[in-house]
Structures are given as C-alpha cells and as structure tokens.
C-alpha cells in the first residue's frame, strides 16, 4: 500500500470529508483522490459521496487496506492471502530497511514456532509478523515477546475469551488444567550488536476463526471459546495495545505489571527445560526482562529462556 493510499484511508477514518479538502490533505490533484478512492471501492470498501463529501459505509472484512482503516497505531500493513510465514517475510523486509510494518496473512503454508518446532497455521487465524527497529539494547528484546502476549490476551478477552499467559509468552485459554489448550503463540527474532538492536520481527500467531480439529493436540481457537471473531478489529486491538505497551520511549518496565495481570504461570509449581538443566519449584514472579523467578527446594533461581510446564500442586 502506497503513502497516499495510507493517508486517504487514514483521513476517511476521520469522519466525511469532501474532495478537495482531501487534496489538501494528500498533496495531491483532485484526479488522483478520484483514482485512489476507486481503488479502495475495488478493494471491497462502501464509499458513498453525498453533501459533506466522501463517507466509508462500508469495511471489508480483512486485508491491508481494511486493517489499516481506523487503526491507531503507526503501522502499515502488508497482507497476504497465502504465504509461507509472516516471519520470514518480515525478515526479507528487514534487509531493505522497512521499519513499523506488519505481514499479515490468511494462512501460512511454512510457519515456524519456538525451539524449531513447526506452526499450522490454516486460513482464518490472525498470522501477524511486526518488523520493529527499537533503540534498545538485545538484552531488552524479551520483554516485547512478553508485551505481545498482553496484546493477544487482552484482545482475545475483549472478543469473550478468558485467555491468560503461560511463561513467557504462550496465550491460552483458562480453565481446570490439564484442559488449558494454547490460544496463540509469539516467535520472536532479531539481528543486532552487543549495544544495539537492528531489527526485531514479532511473530504472533492466534487461533482465531480455526476448527481446533485441523490444529495440533492441546490447542484450541477462539472459533472455539467464543465463535468466530471480527479479525481486523481484533488485530487492530493487537495491535494498537502492543504500540501502547513498547511504542516511542515508553518504560517497557510497565510491560510486566501488565503480563502479571494476566499470568497463569505466577504462584503454580512449574517444570521449566531449560538448554542447560531442569528447574523444578514455585514461579514466583517475573522479572525485567521478561525472566521467570522459581523458588525451588533449595534456592531461588532467575530463569532467563526455557519451555515451561504447569505441574499439579504437590
Ligand atoms: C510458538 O508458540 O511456538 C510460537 C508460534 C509463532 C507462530 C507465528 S504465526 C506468525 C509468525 N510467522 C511464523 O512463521 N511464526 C509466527
């Protein structure tokens, strides 16, 4: 999606607005508003033009152009029907300099998850890979894994879903364990120097509008939990909480307040694999930059990266 195009449905979202004010706005020629607003009439929007100008009457259901209408977070977007993964389009991004830009896609046919694993991701989930340049340290990166999972748990509870977060950043949907089947998941990436982070992909996968029969066991979808959701307001939710919680020079230290909120880790005992050894004991909070602190038989221990298991209460 080109500039102009951007600024058009931005400007559109603002409420009715005639052409030339329009022209005024874009920098552009009445002819070209004329044209761009055509354009978004062919991808799928209701533009009536009536006394006060151009008014939106009607949003397609998903895409860039519709995801991009009213969203309030400095993003562009680019869609997808099908891909590989968002995650390595994002990174193949990364190498032309693009910056505050989110792949999204209906399905991916390649999809990665954590420790190497393999995602499935079908048509009807929200597929969503940001590709950010903070002014940050590497070492402060997890704690954006975290405010990722915040988003997807605060979204998937607007849409009717009680979802709450398994260390670091696995969403799932709350219930009696063992029956607490994963919601969505977060891969992140990056490429940096020791003081210095170049680029950071946020990979984020939910289970929106998804049979859970096409999904691998302990997962489940919001079609689910709730019925089908409206995936471009729910990505525009994402979306616009994880600009919030890690936008500008905001104090990412807020983040963990907020993933605490939300937790389903804090207070049970956990099994935590970690690459070197396994941690057993009680999650007792969570620490900047995102690392789970378990008090376990003996001490306390700071675990920085691991999978970590929910255990029944002794
Ligand atoms: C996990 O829980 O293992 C992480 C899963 C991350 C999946 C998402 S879907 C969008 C993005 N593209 C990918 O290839 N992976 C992430």
């Known amino acids: 999606m080109n500039e102009t195009r951007r600024a058009l449905i931005d400007a559109l979202a603002d409420g009715p607005i ?4 329009l022209a005024d706005r874009l920098d552009v020629s009445r002819a070209a508003v004329w044209k ?3 354009a978004l009439r062919e991808a799928g929007f209701g533009i009536e033009s009536g006394d006060d100008g151009y008014r939106v009457v009607e949003i397609p259901e998903y895409g860039a152009e519709a995801i991009a209408f009213g969203l309030e977070a400095p993003y562009r977007i680019e869609y997808h029907d099908q891909i590989g993964s968002t995650n390595d389009r994002a990174r193949e991004l990364a190498e032309t300099g693009e910056d505050n830009l989110v792949v ?19 048509s009807g989930g929200v597929w969503a890979s940001l590709l950010l340049r903070p002014e940050r340290p590497p070492a402060e990166i997890p704690v954006y894994a975290l405010a ?6 605060r979204a998937a509870r607007e849409a009717g879903a009680e979802a709450i977060i398994k260390w670091p950043n696995d969403v799932l949907l709350a219930g009696e364990e063992p029956t607490q089947r994963k919601l969505a998941g977060i891969l992140t990436e990056m490429e940096g120097e020791a003081d210095r982070v170049s680029w950071l992909v946020v990979g984020i996968g939910v289970n929106a509008n998804v049979d859970a029969g096409a999904l691998p066991d302990g997962a ?3 079609r689910e939990a709730t019925g089908d959701v409206d995936r471009r307001v729910f990505l525009q939710r994402l979306l616009e909480t994880f600009h919030d919680l890690t936008g500008g020079d905001t104090d990412l230290h807020a983040i963990l307040d907020e993933w605490r909120q939300l937790s389903a880790t804090l207070g049970q005992r956990v099994r935590v ?6 941690i057993v004991g009680e999650a007792i909070d969570v620490q900047f930059p995102g690392s789970l602190v378990v008090r376990t038989d003996d001490d306390e221990r700071v675990v920085h990266t691991g999978d970590c298991e929910h255990l029944r209460p002794v």
């Open 148 to 153: 990722a999972a915040v988003a997807v748990a």
């Open 104 to 122: 999204v896609a209906d399905e991916q046919t390649g999809s990665r998850g954590r420790l190497g694993r393999e995602w499935i991701g079908p």
């Open 18 to 21: 005639d052409g030339p004010a």
């Open 220 to 222: 489940t979808s919001l």
């Open 36 to 38: 761009q607003v055509e």
């Open 273 to 278: 694999e970690t690459p070197g050894e396994t």
